[in-house]
């Protein structure tokens, strides 16, 4: 029997204090030291091919190509639009932006994040796939790009850290052309009344992945239509990325076995490193009680 969400927090408090890490409060500052101190971490139990995101499995069995469903489905949209411009906000460390621009070469591929620990991977892809250009920034500024001047803008698993997604729907809709997409493929509260647990371990995820807290996805997709855009297509995928979550559950589970080893040694190791553990821990949980949701969203202008 897999431990239900009670018993997780309570492994949890017994390497943890709680209070502590729920009360966090995450900057772009602190985004940007848990990834440059998640770079070889992310390689090692995610991705080692830079993709640092779930992947989306639909036949039950997770495989590395699961990874890729994101990108390809993006695809879509930039065969669809004949696209000659692209942005990816949180361009991470560019596995996406490069292989769909490996897959376009007549398309451009721009780039933003926040993060060094992240561009340099994305820079180094960028001196072998010409068409992608990665650079540093704040998706909540997008005053570097000109009005109406892209086909498609994506973001994948990123959205969730913007405390001001207003601002960021209206500075990509002015740098969308007029019949363009914005694909959003993230992570959101789900609308049910949580219990105190399930607040609890909301929190607890949120602050290991270094974000403030998931919106609800109804209050996304309103602000979404206030900042004029159309819905063109949506789709809650949640079940499919349970597989790479459990996955990545099964890694962190080492360290809640064993709490006599696990307290000394989270001492001494960083909080951005040790707090994304709970992360790992407790998101299969979240989604199959409905307290988390993943979904894919299409919005057109
Ligand atoms: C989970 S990673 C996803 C990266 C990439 N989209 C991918 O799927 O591989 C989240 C990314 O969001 C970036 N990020 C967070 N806040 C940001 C902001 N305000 N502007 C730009 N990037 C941001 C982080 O630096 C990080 O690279």
Redesign the pocket.
Known sequence: MKPTLAEKIDKISNIFEIPKIASIKVT?GY??RY?KINQIPYSLFHSKE????LGITRNGVFTKDDLTA?ALFVNKYVKRTKASRVL??????G??ASLLARKNPNTKFYG????EG?LYYAYKKATKVKNYFPSQ????DLSTFENNSFDVCF????LC??TDKKTVLSEVYRVLKKGGYFIVVDSYRSDKQLSNTELTASKLTEKGMALDSFEKYSSFIKKAMEARFKMELEEDVSKYVVPNMERLEKVASHLFKHPHMAKPLVKVLPNEFVYNAISGYLMPNLIKDGVAKYYITVLKT
Do not use: K, P
């Open positions: 772009d985004i940007q990834y830079d993709l640092a995101h994101q990816e906000l949180a361009t991470g460390r596995a996406d933003v994040d926040l993060s992240q920034g704040t998706y909540q973001v994948v698993e990123a850290y913007s």
